[in-house]
């Protein structure tokens, strides 16, 4: 599957972002999804997951009760809503796609290019 994530840029702390992952294939519906971010200097992280069906999801502790991951298999795209966004979580944004995945970087075998999210203070 290749993906293609879109919707980052640049946006005041408080204020909200909804970046979006289009998958190709007919095959998308059956993966398992995820969001990463890698902030200057630091290693890539875990953001959010949601299963294939769309009825599991999981969340970083530092993101919980902010950012929402839903997904459209009908549109071949995974979301990430990004709500009180704050200066911490300015880093480039990552999608990713396993048949199986998790919540971590190694459960993913496919990834799309990043999209940048700056957030200002």
């Known amino acids: 599957v290749q993906l293609q994530a879109s919707g980052g840029g640049l946006v005041q702390a408080g204020g909200s972002l909804r970046l979006s992952c289009a998958a190709s294939?007919?095959?998308?519906?059956?993966?398992?999804m995820g969001w990463f971010r890698q902030a200057p200097g630091k290693e890539r992280e875990f953001v959010a997951a949601i299963s294939w069906s769309g009825g599991s999801t999981y969340y970083a502790d530092s993101v919980k009760d902010r950012f929402t991951i839903s997904r459209d298999n009908a549109k071949n795209t995974v979301y990430l809503q990004m709500n009180s966004l704050k200066p911490e979580d300015t880093a480039v944004y990552y999608c990713a796609a396993d048949l199986v995945g998790g919540v971590r970087e190694a459960d993913f075998g496919s990834w799309g290019q990043g999209t940048l999210v700056t957030v200002s203070s």
């Open positions: 294939g007919r095959t998308f519906s059956t993966y398992a």
